[in-house]
């Protein structure tokens, strides 16, 4: 059985600054992505990045880089320079090569001007 | 390319009807998951369909049914409704359907009275 677990319920960062969502994941797949996705108040899911089990590198696009640390079965998502329309929840998500998805609970997320 | 489209976005129904929403996938992709969303349960897994078979299904009751067409739109029906159904059901879609991120639709928000 798969798990992710966000230990963060809420998190308040100051505009501009750098801030980390964690992610531990738990699976006994040897292959899988894993993700993190933005839901605004507004309830769309926006997906941010995605990283694969066999990456050697850690993934980034843009402000969002993923803290992939394979051992530690951990996949942080670090959003860097904050800004404001960065207010809102963050979920961490595994997918299997079967197709199966998991999500985390999620961490709100409130930038400060 | 269109995104991933969910109709109706917004329905209220009765106890004890029954429901159908529908989403049309990004064109090309072949993997529909469902998700239901609420405040106290988070986000869970109800289905997902590949190439017009379910092959992933969350914990959900058997009154939460689906299914997929060959031009990869999908439906999801719920019979008999409860209180408890009242969420937002969200759709996502994937290319080709193994570990790669989903897109997600706007949602449909059910209100069950």
């Known amino acids: 059985a798969q798990k992710i677990t966000q230990t963060q319920p809420g998190m308040f960062v100051q505009e501009k600054e750098a801030v980390t969502l964690d992610c531990t994941y738990d699976?006994?797949?040897?292959?899988?992505?894993l993700f993190w996705y933005k839901q605004p108040s507004s309830g769309e899911m926006i997906f941010l990045i995605y990283?694969?089990?066999?990456?050697?590198q850690n993934a980034t696009e843009g402000r969002y880089s993923l803290n992939f640390q394979k051992a530690r079965k951990s996949a942080n998502l670090v959003i860097s320079a904050s800004q404001l329309g960065d207010s809102a929840m963050y979920f961490c998500?595994?997918?299997?090569?079967?197709?199966?998805?998991?999500f985390g609970d999620g961490t709100t997320l409130t930038v400060k001007p | 390319k269109a995104g991933v489209t969910q109709t109706p976005r917004y329905l209220i129904k009765t106890r004890g009807q029954q429901v159908t929403l529908s989403c049309s996938p990004i064109s090309g992709h072949r993997s529909v998951s469902w998700y239901q969303q609420t405040p106290g349960q988070g986000l869970q897994f109800l289905f997902e369909?590949?190439?017009?078979?379910?092959?992933n299904k969350g914990n959900f009751p058997g009154r939460f049914s689906g299914r997929q067409f060959s031009n990869s739109r999908s439906e999801m029906n719920v019979s008999t409704l409860e209180l408890g159904d009242s969420a937002l059901y969200l759709c996502?879609?994937?290319?080709?359907?193994?570990?790669?991120?989903?897109?997600f639709g706007p949602g449909t928000r059910l209100t069950v009275t």
């Open positions: 996502a879609s994937s290319y080709p359907g193994g570990s790669e991120e989903q897109y």
């Open positions: 990283q694969g089990s066999y990456d050697e």
């Open positions: 369909y590949f190439s017009e078979t379910q092959r």
């Open positions: 998500a595994m997918r299997t090569n079967a197709g199966k998805s998991t």
């Open positions: 699976t006994s797949d040897q292959s899988y992505g």
